[in-house]
């Protein structure tokens, strides 16, 4: 089963039904885009040699093209790899050099990216710029038919961030995609022809995973005239266009919320809209709620089991009369139907309600495994069930709290940082003999980066240096907001760095930390 057909389908069933807006603004109905993507496929195959399971890296930023090339690589059997466009030129090497990437899509204002990424990397794949000649005439090439791949064959391999400071490639299938856009449009948000998709999140993610689920639902695809999230243009959107939902990270609901609550805008064309990618305050939800209504779906679900671990539907968010109704607002919701979900001790062994242990899933959603790394898979795939890494507990009603994210994840505005990764590029500095990166809470981002830096005996480093080491390896939004200077770091007789202990000295503005300004 090729998730291709689910296009096909929509274009046999109404050729002339809306599938790609940008803006307010038709780009192309279902046939045209159906036949945009055979030709897609037809040049993918014939004029780059392209066998069935090969690699299409997609570097872009949010455009009408993309639903075209990511539908264009399932029809012509072959595997998207959509990058982050946030990523440092290093980290898009990486992810093209293991992916294998034979051919990258990249916008225009990524095009520089790749070409350093490719001068960093050692894969030399074809590049293609979005609007060009070239990629106009890829699609005139004459259509081929829908390629036939197995339901378990890879359609998406979806890099996470490296908790080793490498990022892993999770191999999600037709089936795991399939099965996420089922269980999303039974429990989540049913979608019906006319509905559309607001791409206010970033493709490559949690926005472009919910495209598949409205192509099934034969929704159309709706790309900010910004091609980003901007609170004003999506209350203009609604205002004037019924039946949009869009995923979003909290910062974004809250910054939407602020947006509406400053002009009046009541957003009447709101159907609804996900959130997920980090914990929403109860007082951010509740004012969502007061400004835009029964609107609110909460998700929570990881890229090795796409959007499908919890949830908590649009009439839990409302319903005020339960006695526990703010701990469940201050949840994850229940498990998905599509999962089994469970919470276990060091010993794979079920923990009793309110006790915290780790988070594990089974289902179909659940990917095959990391593109060639079969020892992290073996450690986060065990006798059948996916290890999260995330702590959480379930209550007597089977509603789920996260304690702990991801082992120290730090979530700043809905997209995942992790520590070692900033911790191992400010160890190249000459002058930095022990450092400790945490979240602290922040009003609008959720959380923000901080680094407690211990310096070398003698030496001294200055805030300036930190942030050029980092802007030479990593992405941009990974760089510590903040740095500390300290003695030393906090650590158990294990000599195990206690980030616990950090963040109170934070908290308490220690003497023993100085602020590097």
Known sequence: MNLAHHLLRAAKADASAPALLKGLIPVANYGRLATT????????????????????????????????????????????????????????????????????????????????????GTAKPQVVEIGSAEHRDLEKTDGIAIADVAITDPAWIFYTSGTTGRPKGAVLSHRNLLAMS????????????????????????????????HVLGMGAQIIPESGRFEPDE????????????????????????????????TAPGLKAIIYGGGPMYVADCKAALAVFGPKLVQIYGQGETPMTITYLPKSMHIDAGHPRHEERLASVGIAQGVVQVRTVDEAG??????EVGEIIVRGDTVMSGYWQNPEATANTLRDGWLYTGDMGAFDADGFLTLKDRSKDVIISGGTNIYPREVEEVLLRHEAVAEVSVIGRPHPEWGEEVVAVVVPVAGRA?????????????????????????????????????????????????????????
Not at 96 to 108: H, K, P, R
Not at 186 to 194: H, M
């Open 349 to 354: 062994r079920d923990v009793a309600p309110d």
């Open 461 to 517: 480093v200055t805030r300036e240096e930190l942030d050029q080491m980092c802007n030479a390896w990593i992405a941009r939004f990974k760089r510590p907001k903040h740095y500390y200077l300290t003695g030393e770091l906090p650590k158990n007789s294990y000599g195990k760095i206690v980030k616990t202990e950090l963040r109170t000295l934070l908290g308490e503005s220690s003497a023993r930390l100085t602020r590097m300004d």
């Open 37 to 120: 993507v055979a030709s897609l496929a037809a040049s993918l195959q014939q004029r780059f040699g392209l066998a069935k399971g090969a690699r299409v890296a997609l570097l872009m930023k949010n455009v009408p093209d993309y639903v075209a090339c990511l539908y264009g690589c399932w029809h012509a059997g072959l595997v998207a790899v959509p990058i982050n466009a946030k990523l440092h030129p290093r980290e898009v090497a990486f992810i093209l050099d293991n992916s294998g990437a034979a051919v990258v899509f990249v916008t225009s204002d990524m095009a520089s990216v790749a070409s350093e990424a490719l001068a960093l």
């Open 182 to 213: 089922m269980n999303y449009l039974a429990e989540i948000n049913p979608v019906v022809s006319g509905e559309a998709l607001l791409h206010a999140a970033p493709m490559s993610h949690g926005s472009g995973l919910y495209m598949v689920p």
């Open 234 to 265: 999506i209350l203009e959107l609604t205002a004037k266009r019924d039946g949009i939902s869009f995923f979003a990270a909290p910062t974004m609901v809250r910054r939407l919320t602020v947006a509406a609550e400053a002009s009046g805008a």
